[in-house]
């Protein structure tokens, strides 16, 4: 959840707050250094950990924004730059997915064909997205959902098979860092895939987030366009020489190159995240542990549905627990029964988008005649709880009784 708000009647909290504490000292320190030193703006601090966690994904590049929902608006204002037309096209999306993760789509231009999702893992449905696919379709976009990995391999395979040699995946990992898709980690599928580093996600810092690429002409717009569309922080390449009289520029001149934005993160971001990037693996089998005994208690229950990975070797890092009821009725009185029990609940990431007010705003239509019933169903009878990188066995129990 990226609203740290609470609407549940707590009247004796015992469930894990849906922000849980993640700074321990070790974080601290590596902060406190930051504030010591002189450096607080994007420096020394970003570079090292962008390097480090470009290497753990076996990507080539990387780019650290202020937040997840700036790295997603950065990677399609990249993805757009790199295709060179002023028509975008369309771009396949999943109907369960977060706000920003459609905006920048919209912001760009992109007609946005709306795709039911898998009742299992709640990832973008691959039957809607080739129902989908047009002679106009330039991006896939995919979204793991709460650290479930969606179908990635087969709609990796699927872009290359495409007619359109155009058709780019981007892949939404702000949710499934450190989730696993048959054998590879998810965030190394798409042409472009980002990460938020939210407060409540694996990797929690407060704010920021990550692009990550093997693109070099995507990389290099990214970092242009990520501060203000100057060139200053560009290597030697086809962006750095794009205007004439370039020998009349001096090092200390801003030159603007393309129309961009301030996404630059903070020093104490990337201080906090290379010491948790360190304790991802241990904090994740915490959650693993966790989710195994949430499953052997709720999985196969005739009340509601779980969300499980789709192939054998996926494996899923869920920071939230989900359930998905029968009716709407049943949801309403679950959620009462926890609220009077101090168990905080929120809705499935953000629902189904095409039922949110802000989908009047859009230029979108649905990939298949009869809409999106699963991903409705999902908005209006589903929920989660949170799961952090502690024993949560007692409190687990607790939801259950």
């Given amino acids: ?149 969606a179908n990635l391999q087969r709609l990796k395979t699927y872009c290359g098979g495409v007619d359109s040699s155009s058709v780019s995946l981007f892949e939404d990992n702000c949710e499934s860092l450190g989730a696993v898709a048959q054998g590879r980690l998810c965030g190394t599928f798409g042409r472009v895939s980002t990460f938020s580093f939210f407060y409540t996600h694996h990797l929690g810092v407060g704010e920021g987030g990550m692009l990550l690429t093997d693109d070099a002409l995507l990389y290099d717009y990214a970092v242009c366009m990520r501060a203000h569309g100057w060139e200053r922080d560009l290597s030697p390449g086809p962006l750095r020489f794009t205007l004439p009289n370039v020998e009349q520029m001096t090092p200390n001149d801003y030159r603007f190159i393309m129309p961009g934005y301030n996404l630059r993160p903070m020093e104490i971001q990337a201080a906090a995240a290379q010491v948790q990037l360190s304790r991802l693996s241990e904090m994740n089998a915490q959650r693993k542990v966790n989710a195994d005994l949430f499953h052997r208690l709720f999985d196969n229950d005739p009340r509601w549905k779980t969300q499980t990975a789709q192939y054998v070797d996926d494996v899923a890092v869920p920071f939230a627990f989900t359930l998905v009821f029968n009716n709407w009725r049943s949801r309403v009185r679950a959620v009462r029964v926890m609220g009077e029990n101090g168990i905080q609940c929120r809705m499935i990431t953000g629902g189904s988008f095409s039922l949110h007010p802000a989908a009047r705003h859009y230029d979108w239509r649905y990939a298949t005649g009869v809409g999106t019933p699963i991903a409705d169903h999902v908005h209006k009878c589903g929920i989660f709880v949170g799961n952090h990188a502690s024993d949560l066995s007692e409190q687990i129990n607790l939801l259950y009784d």
């Fill in 1 to 149: 959840d990226r609203n740290q708000s609470d609407t549940t009647t707590m009247n004796k909290p015992v469930w894990p707050l849906v922000a849980d504490d993640v700074f321990n000292d070790a974080v601290r320190r590596a902060m406190h250094t930051v504030i010591d030193g002189d450096q607080h703006t994007m420096g020394q601090s970003v570079s090292s950990f962008e390097k480090k966690f470009a290497h753990a994904h076996g990507r080539k590049y990387a780019v650290m924004t202020n937040s997840g929902s700036s790295a997603n608006l950065l990677a399609v204002a990249a993805l757009a730059a790199c295709s060179g037309k002023n028509n975008r096209g369309e771009v396949i999306v999943p109907a369960i997915a977060w706000s920003t993760t459609y905006a920048p789509f919209q912001q760009y231009g992109y007609k946005l064909v709306m795709c039911d999702v898998d009742q299992n893992t709640l990832g973008i449905s691959f039957s809607d997205v080739v129902d989908a696919v047009t002679a106009s379709t330039s991006v896939i976009c995919a979204a793991s959902i709460l650290g479930t990995p």
